[in-house]
């Protein structure tokens, strides 16, 4: 018995690393970001009670706010299909067994490694500048254009959604890992019976792969409303032209630490907590009209 106990120990004391930093830098500032956002909190005085004012104030008297959210679903909308879509066509590419196909899945791969970093924002505010390797290839197929990409502001948001679908790697990989899980007898059946490639993709690939498409669905979803820095350094933080890539989480930066409205920052996260979470279950009520379980059936 002393034995057992012992060992009991011995093993919140090794748990206690992971459960204080759960309590401290978790659990902690989540709740007081809950109290924080009925309080009006600038970091520097006491926060002071203002009940549901930050959230009336954002829903009726915050254009920018507004602005914010469609900015967002617009990015959301667009990045997150092209992305999945571009990373299928090229997993399906690369399920192959050629010659150095190791070496073609870890340059496809590579862009997700370095895709979210600072440098690379630079670098690609570069490339759609009015100067940039875009404009420059343009020029060489006979198209003159010194449009800023990144400066018009029926570009800017597209220019972002380019370097969202650039970054398929860690997708792809997924997808990959699920092509290599279907059965080939399956598509030599089907083309035993005469099904082409487009009929053996709709009716063999995509149901198996369904349950791959769903996880990779709701991951990039998520992502793609968490997305910060690229709108953070293209636009210099600020969210233009005409705040074209005034993208949610980037306003939520600017009102906690550009306006040091902490209060109403926190009610901003929690809003998107909230969001974010009757988004993924509505992708999850819907995957039983399209999400097939091979060993199941359709649930």
Partial sequence: MKLRENDHVVGYAFAAPFILGFLLFIVYPVFSSLYYSFTNYNLLEAPSWVGFD??????????????????????VLASVPLR????????????KAIAGIGLYRSAYYLPSLIGGSVAVSILWSQVFGDQGLV????????????????????TALWTLIALSVWQFG?????????LKNIPKDYYEAASVDGANKVRQFFKITLPLLSPIILFNLIMQTISAFMTFTPA????????????????????????????????YASAMAWVALIAIGLVTLLIFQSSRYWVHYESKGDR
């Fill in 54 to 75: 930050n959230y009336v104030k954002m829903f009726t008297d915050d254009e920018k706010y507004a602005k914010s959210i469609s900015v967002t679903l617009n990015y």
């Fill in 84 to 95: 999945l879509a571009f990373a299928l066509g090229v997993a399906m590419l690369l399920n």
């Fill in 135 to 154: 404009n420059s290839a343009l020029g060489l197929i006979g198209i003159e254009s010194s449009t800023s990409w990144i400066g018009n502001p029926g």
């Fill in 170 to 178: 860690s997708s792809m990989l997924i997808f990959l890992a699920g």
């Fill in 232 to 263: 953070y350094i293209i636009s210099r933080g600020e969210g233009g032209p005409l705040d074209e890539t005034l993208l949610y989480s980037l306003y939520l930066y600017k009102r906690a630490f550009t306006f040091y409205e902490m209060g």
